[in-house]
Protein backbone atom coordinates (compact mmCIF):
# COMPACT_ATOMS: atom_id res chain seq x y z
CA UNK A 1 0.00 0.00 0.00
CA UNK A 2 1.48 3.23 -1.15
CA UNK A 3 0.40 6.74 -0.88
CA UNK A 4 2.03 10.24 -1.09
CA UNK A 5 1.02 12.47 1.56
CA UNK A 6 0.82 16.20 0.54
CA UNK A 7 3.56 18.32 2.50
CA UNK A 8 0.72 20.74 3.31
CA UNK A 9 -3.30 20.32 5.00
CA UNK A 10 -3.88 18.98 8.41
CA UNK A 11 -3.60 15.39 9.54
CA UNK A 12 -3.42 13.70 12.36
CA UNK A 13 0.07 12.51 12.38
CA UNK A 14 1.61 14.82 10.77
CA UNK A 15 3.67 16.90 14.01
CA UNK A 16 4.42 13.52 15.05
CA UNK A 17 5.74 12.04 11.49
CA UNK A 18 7.86 15.33 10.98
CA UNK A 19 9.16 15.18 14.17
CA UNK A 20 10.65 11.62 14.07
CA UNK A 21 11.84 12.40 10.38
CA UNK A 22 13.74 15.53 11.71
CA UNK A 23 15.43 13.24 14.24
CA UNK A 24 16.14 10.90 11.62
CA UNK A 25 17.52 12.93 9.18
CA UNK A 26 19.91 15.23 12.18
CA UNK A 27 21.28 11.68 13.84
CA UNK A 28 21.49 10.63 9.89
CA UNK A 29 19.04 7.41 11.00
CA UNK A 30 18.10 5.66 7.62
CA UNK A 31 15.22 3.16 10.11
CA UNK A 32 12.32 4.06 12.59
CA UNK A 33 9.94 3.40 14.79
CA UNK A 34 6.56 4.91 15.61
CA UNK A 35 4.60 3.70 18.36
CA UNK A 36 1.17 4.89 20.24
CA UNK A 37 -1.53 3.41 23.10
CA UNK A 38 -2.68 1.18 20.12
CA UNK A 39 -0.13 0.72 17.84
CA UNK A 40 2.92 0.48 15.83
CA UNK A 41 4.63 1.55 12.60
CA UNK A 42 7.91 1.05 11.05
CA UNK A 43 9.82 3.76 8.63
CA UNK A 44 12.18 3.83 6.36
CA UNK A 45 14.46 7.03 5.23
CA UNK A 46 15.72 7.71 2.27
CA UNK A 47 18.01 10.71 0.93
CA UNK A 48 16.70 14.10 -0.27
CA UNK A 49 13.60 13.69 1.68
CA UNK A 50 11.69 10.60 0.97
CA UNK A 51 10.13 8.73 3.73
CA UNK A 52 8.37 5.41 3.66
CA UNK A 53 5.70 4.51 6.37
CA UNK A 54 3.82 1.11 6.91
CA UNK A 55 0.57 1.17 8.04
CA UNK A 56 0.02 1.27 11.65
CA UNK A 57 -0.49 -2.11 13.09
CA UNK A 58 -1.78 -3.03 16.18
CA UNK A 59 0.09 -5.16 18.62
CA UNK A 60 -2.85 -7.41 21.11
CA UNK A 61 -5.54 -9.50 19.88
CA UNK A 62 -8.91 -9.50 20.21
CA UNK A 63 -9.91 -7.30 23.46
CA UNK A 64 -13.60 -5.97 24.11
CA UNK A 65 -13.58 -2.37 23.75
CA UNK A 66 -10.14 -1.69 22.60
CA UNK A 67 -9.63 -3.80 19.50
CA UNK A 68 -13.20 -2.81 18.10
CA UNK A 69 -11.89 0.79 18.15
CA UNK A 70 -8.15 0.24 16.88
CA UNK A 71 -10.17 -1.40 14.03
CA UNK A 72 -12.19 1.59 13.98
CA UNK A 73 -9.26 3.97 13.61
CA UNK A 74 -7.66 1.90 11.33
CA UNK A 75 -5.55 0.18 12.36
CA UNK A 76 -4.02 -3.28 10.77
CA UNK A 77 -3.52 -6.60 11.96
CA UNK A 78 -0.08 -7.95 11.25
CA UNK A 79 -0.42 -10.58 8.91
CA UNK A 80 2.28 -13.73 8.91
CA UNK A 81 4.72 -11.84 11.41
CA UNK A 82 3.97 -10.46 15.23
CA UNK A 83 5.46 -6.67 16.40
CA UNK A 84 7.94 -8.49 18.56
CA UNK A 85 9.52 -10.14 15.36
CA UNK A 86 8.99 -6.82 13.75
CA UNK A 87 10.86 -4.92 16.11
CA UNK A 88 13.68 -7.67 16.17
CA UNK A 89 14.28 -7.34 12.48
CA UNK A 90 14.14 -3.55 11.93
CA UNK A 91 16.27 -3.64 15.12
CA UNK A 92 19.12 -6.04 13.51
CA UNK A 93 19.08 -4.31 10.29
CA UNK A 94 19.51 -0.62 11.39
CA UNK A 95 22.15 -2.05 13.64
CA UNK A 96 24.06 -3.08 10.64
CA UNK A 97 22.94 -0.38 8.36
CA UNK A 98 25.65 2.71 7.98
CA UNK A 99 24.41 6.11 8.88
CA UNK A 100 22.75 8.36 6.15
CA UNK A 101 23.53 12.09 5.85
CA UNK A 102 20.98 13.79 4.23
CA UNK A 103 21.94 15.49 0.91
CA UNK A 104 19.75 18.77 0.10
CA UNK A 105 17.80 18.59 -3.16
CA UNK A 106 20.51 19.92 -5.98
CA UNK A 107 23.24 19.78 -3.21
CA UNK A 108 23.05 23.04 -1.65
CA UNK A 109 22.70 23.55 1.81
CA UNK A 110 18.43 24.52 3.14
Not at 57 to 80: C, K
Amino acid sequence: MLDDVPLSGRYPARLALEQLFGYMVRNGKTYGVLTTMRGWCFLYRQNRGHLVITPMYRDYGAWPGISQRAALEGYYVPQGFSIMQALYYISTIAETTPNLPETPIGGLPG
